[in-house]
């Protein structure tokens, strides 16, 4: 627990101004799916220095939230480290038995290794090493470190481009959501997936609710600069969400470090931090892109936007779900019937119908497939009937026996309940 706890006594006025800071912040937001938490209840209590750490002026988590949500660092350039480690099973040769349907190759069927809607997919698991940079709204790279190869991502204008050293592939295409461009595209896939810890706090901090406790946790040194913590915690019960903390950089509010840890403790499901990084303007050239001699170039969907992770996509104003920040309900709202949600902030969760079976078992003549089924989840029974649960450290699905779905970043206990609830 933060060793700084929230104060509730509030007057209607100073009600008033944290709700503002808090939608000034909502501004901010980089959708992103994995990732919804909320963040509220502001704690009014200073930040002092721990020993060996920086000691900065007191701030309180109102002023801090307000500080990442004016910060307008619109140069940068950088190393980030993202490790992530969802306890996902491992799925052995499924991968290549499945062949480009596992790997990507595009949602577009390009089949190019450069693709960024799959390529930055590999975020997802694992340990890697991304260079960073940024001069504006309109010049972002991405690249990824693996080794002796490299991945980047180029957005310069209204031209986005995607190389993969390694196969020698590249992919191209307009960006339609530039200003100046013809057509005005949906935003820019690649995002899906964060890139660096200022996409990830944005996230944790996208909407408001009283399910939320933040504080200030002391202060720390990060890639050489000095920084706040901001400490945020689940007031519920049921969530798999321990904590999250937000190292922000103490001059320009700019979030250097984010890390989620699970309510089940061990290792950090999501650590990512600046290791290095400069906020003067990046070399001009940084930007620029020619495909190399001999490489297969790939045109991609001019109707769809693929700026690098963190560009583009912005929500100006809304709050978002409040109950499943970041999900994506409208479009899942598309897909399935009868989406809905059940509770609200850190044990919200959602409910669809696939309209269908349940999943196949070996016990109900699955065969193989039912059998590599059975193998990742868990049976469980209630009023509901039976089902299986989906597990990783951060979100659990269950798929019961007549198609109901249960998702969330909650217990398996809690899945359960709330299906048994619906009966």
Not at 24 to 43: F, L, N, S
Not at 64 to 75: N, P, T, Y
Not at 128 to 136: F, I, N, Q
């Amino acid at each position: 627990m933060a060793p700084y706890g929230s104060d509730d006594s509030t007057t209607d006025d100073e009600a008033d101004d944290r709700r503002g800071g808090r939608q000034k912040a909502a501004r901010y937001v980089v959708p992103v799916a994995v990732v919804g938490v909320a963040a509220a209840t502001i704690g009014l209590v200073p930040a002092f220095a721990g020993s060996g750490d920086p000691d900065l002026p007191k701030v309180s988590a109102q002023q801090l939230i307000e500080k990442i949500a004016a910060s307008d660092v619109q140069q940068l350039s950088g190393t980030v480290k993202i490790s992530t480690d969802l306890g996902l099973p491992d799925l052995g040769g499924l991968e290549s038995s499945l062949g480009g349907a596992a790997t990507g190759g595009g949602r577009d069927g390009s089949g190019s290794s450069a693709d960024p809607s799959s390529k930055l997919m590999e975020l997802a698991s694992g340990t890697h090493t991304l260079r960073v940079a940024s001069d504006g709204e309109h010049k972002q790279k991405v690249s990824l470190l693996d080794k002796a190869a490299e991945y980047s991502v180029i957005h310069n204008g209204d031209e986005v481009w995607a190389y993969d050293s390694k196969s020698n592939e590249a992919y191209h295409v307009k960006d339609a959501a530039s200003p100046g461009s013809a057509e005005k595209g949906p935003k820019g896939r690649s995002e899906d997936v964060p890139a660096t810890p200022k996409e990830l706090a944005e996230e944790a901090l996208k909407a408001s609710d009283d399910t939320t406790s933040v504080t200030v946790d002391g202060t720390a040194r990060i890639a050489g600069r000095d920084a706040y913590k901001l400490l945020i915690e689940p007031k519920q019960s049921g969530s798999t969400v321990g904590a999250i903390s937000i190292a922000v950089d103490a001059k320009t509010g700019l979030p250097l470090k984010f890390t989620l840890t699970p309510a089940s403790g061990g290792a950090a499901v999501i650590d990512a931090g600046f290791t290095k990084v400069d906020f003067s303007r990046p070399a001009a050239s940084t930007f620029d892109f020619t495909p190399p001699k001999g490489a297969k170039v790939t045109e991609g969907d001019e109707s769809a936007s693929h700026g690098p992770a963190g560009k583009g996509g912005v929500d100006k104003g809304g709050k978002g779900d409040k109950a499943r920040p970041g999900s994506g309900g409208e479009d899942l709202g598309k897909e399935f019937q009868g989406l809905n949600v059940i509770g609200e902030g850190w044990s919200s969760i959602a409910r669809f119908d696939t309209g269908g079976e349940g999943l196949p078992s070996e016990n109900a003549g699955g065969g193989d497939a039912g059998r590599f089924l059975d193998s990742l989840g868990d049976k469980v029974s209630g009023e509901f009937g039976s089902g299986t649960v989906f597990s990783t450290r951060l979100v659990n699905a269950l798929i019961t026996d007549d198609g109901k779905v249960y998702a969330g970043a909650v217990t398996k206990d809690a899945l359960v309940k709330a299906a048994d609830a619906a009966k």
